[in-house]
């Protein structure tokens, strides 16, 4: 962990340094049902509030986010390690799509009238009560945005817990809305995963949870017993196919971008890339020619690529899956040079066969995994090998490798281009890489009961 935690207190530290960035109070798990109860007694006032004026109030945090971007941007790369332009580019990413997401969710939740011979219904999408916000630290800023704003917009009250990781940037994301809200419609606890289960446990209604598969699965399981909402966006195994008559250039691009950017540790980076013979030599020649172009180092610096990893522990599993993957037959292209503190060197490995444990598991971490199949529905059977589900990309000429895309299991597959779809379109994972989904007019409405009033006509 790149945090120490006291029974009081949860210290940030810097990942390539080890200094402390600063501390927030650690909230007793005991005391957790307090907290939601507070949210709770604050909640039918919030879902009184009509929509549109709820959604007012949340504009005004436009600015603020605006006017704290810079501070929150370095202090974000103090504390998780990314170089500050991704940062900034974080930040900037979710200030950017804000209003426009106020605007789409005031439709997605307006009342919608339906009628037949007989009937009139009105459709309501009401607020379902307290929602717990449970986010994790590779996007410390952008993960609570995506599942709190929806949710407080529906006339939920919220309780969020930022990820041990990056308390800090939790805290300042929660101050910008505090300042804005009601008391007490929006909390936040700070803890590790003790205070995430007491929260899940506690009389919430809605569990939005952004983390890994496992955490996930117990969540589920938990919710389970009182019938709790859940929308969980989960961990991923992310395929790239390259075909034949990809572009090379743009390919490797995307490869090197995708597999390493934020140290690897992004849920849709690319984990396994499966290459057609014909254009395997000077794909891996292009991907490592670029991979040893990258800088690593303490993400404040100018002209670093690639920071550190968040913690010893995740640089730990990395490793292991590197030398067992070298045990199983990899061959090192180029990195895993020795590399002090929390750094990994991008690594590309090449040889790759499917048994492998590192074409199965999730690293999140630097590692461009490169294995050579004969055709494309070879190279679509594998990419489908596996229980997670969330992006692919496909590289080649468009018809072809459309075609391909429709073969594939995960939510969101780019052709040519990242997984991310147009704006207002959903992010969503499919199979084990998530339950439920955000964002666009249908994600928006998980944060919402639907009631019907109907009356004859
Ligand atoms: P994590 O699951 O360990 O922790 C995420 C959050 O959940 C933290 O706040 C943690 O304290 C809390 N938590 C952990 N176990 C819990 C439990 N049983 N009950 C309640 N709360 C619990 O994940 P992480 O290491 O912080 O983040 C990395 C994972 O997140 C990766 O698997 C990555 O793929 C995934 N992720 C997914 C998306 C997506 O949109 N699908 C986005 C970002 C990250």
């Avoid at 598969?213 to 395929?239: F, M, N, W, Y």
């Avoid at 045990?327 to 929390?342: E, I, K, L, R, S």
């Amino acid at each position: 962990m790149t945090t120490a935690m006291t029974t009081n207190e949860l210290t940030s530290l810097n990942p390539a340094t080890g200094d402390p960035v600063g501390s927030v109070p650690v909230t007793p798990a005991a005391e957790v049902d307090e907290v939601v109860a507070r949210a709770r007694a604050a909640q039918t006032a919030w879902a009184r509030t009509p929509l549109a004026d709820r959604i007012s109030i949340l504009r005004k945090a436009t600015d603020l986010m605006k006017a704290r971007q810079e501070t929150i941007a370095e202090q974000l790369t103090a504390e998780m390690g990314k170089p500050l332009k991704d940062s900034n580019g974080e930040i900037g990413y979710g200030i950017s799509g804000y209003d426009a997401e106020l605007d789409e969710i005031a439709e997605a939740l307006a009342p919608e009238t339906h009628e037949d011979e007989r009937t009139n219904t009105t459709l309501f999408h009401d607020p379902l009560g307290v929602c717990a916000a449970i986010t994790p630290w590779n996007f410390p800023f952008l993960m609570p945005l995506q599942v709190v704003i929806p949710a407080l917009a529906a006339g939920n009250t919220v309780v969020m817990k930022p990820s041990d990781e990056t308390p800090l940037t939790g805290q300042a994301f929660a101050e910008i809305f505090m300042e804005i809200l009601p008391k007490d419609v929006l909390l936040v606890i700070h803890g590790g995963d003790d205070q995430g289960k007491a929260l899940v446990k506690s009389d919430v209604n809605l569990i939005a949870f952004v983390g890994s598969r496992e955490a996930g699965q117990h969540i589920l399981s938990t919710a389970g017993a009182d019938l709790k909402r859940v929308v969980l966006e989960l961990g991923g195994k992310d395929p790239m196919i390259v075909l034949s008559d990809a572009d090379v250039n743009a390919a490797a691009d995307f490869a090197v971008n995708n597999s390493f950017r934020n140290c690897g540790q992004v849920c849709v980076s690319t984990e396994r890339i499966y290459v057609e013979e014909g254009i395997a030599d000077d794909f891996e020649n292009a991907v490592i020619e670029r991979t040893k172009a990258l800088n690593v180092g303490n993400g404040s610096e100018d002209g670093i690529n690639i920071g550190p990893m968040i913690s010893s522990r995740q640089k730990e599993h990395v490793l292991d899956q590197l030398d067992k993957a070298k045990q199983q037959g990899a061959t090192v292209a180029c990195g895993d040079t020795p590399a002090d503190g929390n750094f990994v060197m991008p690594t590309v490995l090449t040889g790759m066969s499917h048994d492998m444990d590192i074409m199965r598991d999730e690293t999140f971490g630097p590692i461009a995994c490169i294995m050579r199949v004969t055709n494309e529905n070879e190279a679509v059977e594998l990419a489908n090998d596996t229980p997670y589900g969330l992006g692919a990309a496909v590289y080649g000429e468009a018809g072809r490798a459309s075609g391909v895309a429709r073969q594939l299991t995960a939510g969101m597959i780019g052709v040519n281009q990242g997984c991310g779809g147009a704006s207002g379109t959903p992010w969503v994972g499919a199979q084990q890489s998530g339950y439920g989904y955000h964002s666009g007019h249908n994600g928006h409405r998980q944060f919402t009961q639907v009631r019907l009033v109907s009356q004859p006509k």
